[in-house]
T-cell receptor, first 116, second 112 residues
Framework: GAGVSQSPSNKVTEKGKDVELRCDPI?????LYWYRQRLGQGLEFLIY????????KSGLPSDRFSAERTGESVSTLTIQRTQQEDSAVYLC??????????????FGPGTRLTVL | GENVEQHPSTLSVQEGDSAVIKCTYS??????FPWYKQELGKRPQLIID?????GEKKDQRIAVTLNKTAKHFSLHITETQPEDSAVYFC???????????FGRGTSLIVHP
């Protein structure tokens, strides 16, 4: 079946502009995660959505970052007033959580953001 | 919160050799430890995981061991092949949490 998709695959923007990144999770997956991966670095947790519960925003680095998710479908990550240090690959992942927390996360291909 | 350290950051081996990647975690309440493989330019994919109620798990050429007392776990790849070349990430999840903490990754290079 279809995996997690993300758009755009690449985004180049100027410092100070706002950007919006989109994630389409696997159908039926109630959990959705956003991560940031800087070049040569690990996966930095940003935000977690689970069904209709309040999201866990504990990983968002600043108030310039926000994310929304409508029900159990599409999610958008918005970065306002982008800075050069925001340049990274932004990965989205979804999980079914059918077996509790021991569930595989399925990652999207990522959006490579470059802030000039 | 949880802190996961991963070593080495880079590992270079000859085809056919074994490779071992080690991770340590800080929170004794962690009970789920997945490993993800990320090939160049591709998305991370789960390759193996282990729960804290077992000490070892194998799947063909890969195995993961867990030492709860020492709070470390390791990925073992035997008979390495060039297609094993990738970045490997370990992670740990605290019991009750759905948010894993990832290590910084190990770049494994298998020379033919």
């Amino acid at each position: 079946g279809a995996g997690v998709s993300q758009s755009p695959s690449n985004k180049v923007t100027e410092k100070g502009k706002d950007v919006e990144l989109r994630c389409d999770p696997i159908s039926g997956h109630t959990a959705l995660y956003w991560y940031r991966q800087r070049l040569g670095q690990g996966l930095e947790f940003l935000i977690y959505f689970q069904g209709n519960s309040a999201p866990d925003k504990s990983g968002l680095p600043s108030d310039r970052f926000s994310a929304e998710r409508t029900g159990e479908s599409v999610s958008t990550l918005t970065i306002q007033r982008t800075q050069q240090e925001d340049s990274a690959v932004y990965l989205c992942a979804s999980s079914s959580l059918a077996g509790g927390p021991y569930n595989e996360q399925f990652f999207g291909p990522g959006t490579r953001l470059t802030v000039l | 919160g949880e802190n996961v350290e991963q070593h080495p950051s880079t590992l270079s081996v000859q085809e056919g050799d074994s490779a071992v990647i080690k991770c340590t975690y800080s929170d004794s309440a962690s009970n789920y430890f997945p490993w993800y493989k990320q090939e160049l330019g591709k998305r991370p994919q789960l390759i193996i995981d282990i729960r804290s109620n077992v000490g070892e798990k194998k799947d063909q050429r890969i195995a993961v061991t867990l030492n709860k007392t020492a709070k470390h776990f390791s990925l073992h790849i035997t008979e390495t092949q060039p297609e094993d070349s990738a970045v490997y990430f370990c992670a740990a999840s605290i019991q009750g949490s759905y948010i894993p903490t990832f290590g910084r990754g190990t770049s494994l290079i298998v020379h033919p």
